[in-house]
């Protein structure tokens, strides 16, 4: 049986994860984040295939990253010649998911005080992911291309585990698909062998207390509105 302290540490970590939009620039000690990814690494995979890989940036190297992609991302015609190597979200969109798309969008941009007119705001905020946030640490994944779904449902569990054991010690996240539009130059920069592509992206750090945008705490379904229990 679990005590209750535990329960209530492991419950809070969870359930206080948010996608963190704006950071403090205060550093994350190098210890702190391979504890979290050593925590992390205990995530189940098929056969202990264990198929993460992370390159963690800080400093020079995070900001020779965001440049490289922030020079292209704002050119329109150069960033349409950098597309997705895997669909990420689904190519046809149907309700209820579309609605929850739209409605986490709006309630972003109406906290940072962005009318629907307003391309030019939206184009700025999206840009920001490419700083990952102004976050000390920029943490990319990679997966080998042999592997297949299974191991990309592990992967989601080893991710998780990261922005879990990030919030059990004060730090937080924002996991960021937006990065895989520009694989290519995340390759280049970081030097990836041919054999890996992009998962996502995460920014990792201590969250800004100021920052509107970090009070938005997006809605979730109830547990009938997704479980049903058969007896």
């Not at 690494?41 to 995070?62: D, E, M």
């Not at 585990?161 to 059990?168: E, L, P, S, Y």
Request: aromatic share 10%; charged share 20%.
């Amino acid at each position: 049986m679990i005590e209750s302290s535990q329960q209530q540490a492991v419950d809070a970590a969870i359930t206080s994860r948010r996608s963190i939009r704006a950071f403090l620039p205060k550093p994350v000690a190098r210890e702190d984040i391979e504890a979290i990814l050593a925590v992390a690494a205990r995530a189940p995979s098929g056969t202990n295939t264990q198929p993460w890989k992370v390159t963690v940036l800080t400093g020079a190297a995070k900001d020779r990253l965001a440049d490289a992609i922030g020079a292209v991302h704002a050119d329109p015609a150069a960033a349409a010649q950098h597309v997705e190597e895997y669909a990420y979200y689904p190519r046809e969109w149907c309700s209820p998911y579309i609605d929850r798309r739209r409605k986490v969008g709006w309630d972003l941009y109406a906290l940072l005080g962005l009318g629907r007119d307003n391309k030019a705001g939206m184009a700025a905020q999206h840009g920001r992911n490419y700083r990952f946030f102004d976050a000390p640490v920029g943490l990319i994944f990679t997966i080998d291309r042999i592997m297949e779904q299974g191991s990309w449902l592990d992967y989601g569990m080893f991710l998780q585990n990261i922005m879990v054991a990030a919030r059990g010690r004060g730090l937080d996240t924002c996991p960021q698909a937006a990065f895989t539009q520009y694989h290519r130059i995340i390759s280049a920069e970081l030097g990836l062998p041919s054999e890996q592509m992009v998962v996502c992206g995460m920014a990792l750090g201590y969250a800004d207390p100021d920052k509107i945008e970090n009070t938005l705490v997006t809605a979730r379904e109830p547990v009938a509105g997704f479980a049903r229990f058969i007896e």
